[in-house]
């Protein structure tokens, strides 16, 4: 019979062998993993419940493996840690981080962003992709798609659970759009036709995509579709703070008399523009208080850290007595934050929201590199609480008027038109109206899927 030696004791001969120390070898081949252990046992939140692997056993696992295998399953209530997450250069999705969405980068783009549906006729199985936004000019724009196309294949394939990233980058290509008609007695699908796509290219991502003033009832009301929270680009880092800054200083000389902030498609971003917008949209008696407190682990320096909102933002800020939030499942993070950001100051019953139940992401994230290795570790950082040192909103905001609008397969209107789905209930609850029924046709999406980017809150 065959005798296997342990494999401590195999890479202690092999490292003595001929007299010479090769431990040096050893430790390269686990050094990445030992470098993934230090900063899960020193930064991540959770530190204290990371169990340390020995050195002989990091040699089952690859990087990515055991960064995942060293997340908290019980962070959140139970909910675990599904947010820490494993980047490579090579990647360009996430699965394994929990999240429900791929990596979208703005320099390869074909400009839209999507979510997978099963087919809402309920006669097949297949697959088909619902736009939600197309950016302006990108090459989704360009070739003519717009909020609410249905895409069934690309390039003659039929779009899947597995093959969906090709409408997020790639060559030019034809895709085929089709429409969902109510018939006498069962969605149809009709009016199949192919339009043709040029290839993927660098697209600005703007975050304020559709903004106006709307005249509804006798009042003035602020709307603003805000996709993402991003300061500016690498040439200006502050330009869409300046942007969102006059924007908000233009509603202001108006005056609106309310807002709606439309977060559906928002998974987070980063803290600092979910601080200007947070100092917008407070009541002007709270500028120069907390905005919110960002509570590291209890071994890292310093331990906690406030931000406040700012007096910079006074000349815009709006002096809002309520706010109407416009949400999905997709809303979340430095999303949720805002919201949670402004309860201790107009109150949770002035802040109206109007959706779905927001994801649940009370915490952030932080980015590590060590450039001797070629991946980025994001692992939760830290827990953000309010002024009232509270977030107890781990389940997610719940909506005070539910509107599912991604279970809807009516006709989407634009973003931004006032008998859009959303924003017209928003309408008619500011003018005490009834909201309209919305859930007689609910269709199912496909695991969450899309093309939206992870639910992000990150520490600069």
């Not at 603003?224 to 908000?248: I, M, P, S």
């Not at 071994?299 to 309520?322: D, F, G, Q, Y």
């Amino acid at each position: 019979m065959k005798r296997l030696f342990p494999i401590s004791i195999l890479m202690a001969i092999l490292l003595l062998s001929c007299g010479v120390d090769r431990s040096g070898e050893y430790y390269a081949i686990i050094a990445d993993r030992m470098y993934i252990q230090e900063i899960m046992t020193t930064e991540y939140l959770w530190y204290d419940k990371v169990e340390k692997v020995g050195t002989d056993d990091m040699f089952s696992k690859d990087a990515e493996s055991f960064f995942y295998g060293l997340r908290y399953k019980d962070a959140l209530d139970g909910k675990g840690d599904n947010y820490s997450y494993f980047s490579a250069d090579t990647d360009t999705e996430n699965e394994d981080s929990g999240s429900r969405t791929l990596v979208v980068t703005t320099d390869d783009s074909y400009g839209m962003e999507f979510l997978l549906y099963q087919d809402p006729t309920g006669s097949t199985t297949h697959v088909f992709a619902r736009v939600l936004y197309v950016l302006p000019n990108s090459p989704a724009a360009a070739c003519g798609l717009q909020r609410g196309n249905w895409i069934s294949h690309v390039n003659g394939t039929r779009v899947t659970q597995n093959n969906y990233a090709a409408l997020i980058s790639g060559g030019a290509c034809s895709l085929t759009i089709e429409d969902l008609i109510q018939g006498d007695s069962a969605l149809v699908w009709k009016n199949a036709r192919d339009v043709a796509m040029g290839a993927s290219e660098e697209v600005e991502d703007n975050p304020i995509q559709t903004h106006s003033v709307i005249a509804y009832k006798g009042k003035k009301i602020g709307y603003l579709h805000y996709t993402q929270f991003v300061d500016g680009t690498e040439t200006d880092e502050q330009a869409y703070n300046k942007q969102l800054t006059q924007l908000f200083a233009d509603m202001k000389a108006e005056p609106v008399d309310e807002f709606v902030l439309d977060l559906r498609y928002n998974t987070g971003g980063q803290m600092s523009a979910a601080q200007v917008l947070s100092s917008l949209l407070a009541p002007e008696s709270a500028i120069g208080k907390s905005f919110v407190d960002i509570h590291y682990n209890d071994i890292h320096i310093p331990a906690e850290v406030n931000l406040t909102l700012l007096e910079s933002m006074k000349v815009a800020n709006l002096n809002l007595h309520r706010l109407f939030v416009l949400t999905s499942n997709y809303t979340a993070s430095a999303s949720e934050a805002v919201i949670n950001s402004l309860i201790p100051y107009l109150g949770r019953d002035k802040i109206i929201i109007i959706g779905d139940t927001t994801e649940g992401k009370p915490v952030a994230m932080q980015k590590y590199r060590d450039e001797q290795f070629s991946f980025e570790l994001w692992p939760v950082v830290a827990y953000i609480t309010n002024a009232e040192g509270s977030a107890d909103y781990v389940k997610g905001f719940a909506p005070d008027y539910q509107v599912k609008e991604i279970e809807s397969v009516e006709n989407w209107k634009p973003l931004g038109d006032p008998d859009e789905l959303l924003l017209s209930n928003a309408l008619r609850i500011i003018a005490a109206e009834a909201p309209v029924d919305t859930m007689s046709q609910p269709v199912a999406s496909v695991s969450k899927l899309s093309s939206l980017r992870p639910s992000t809150l990150l520490l600069n």
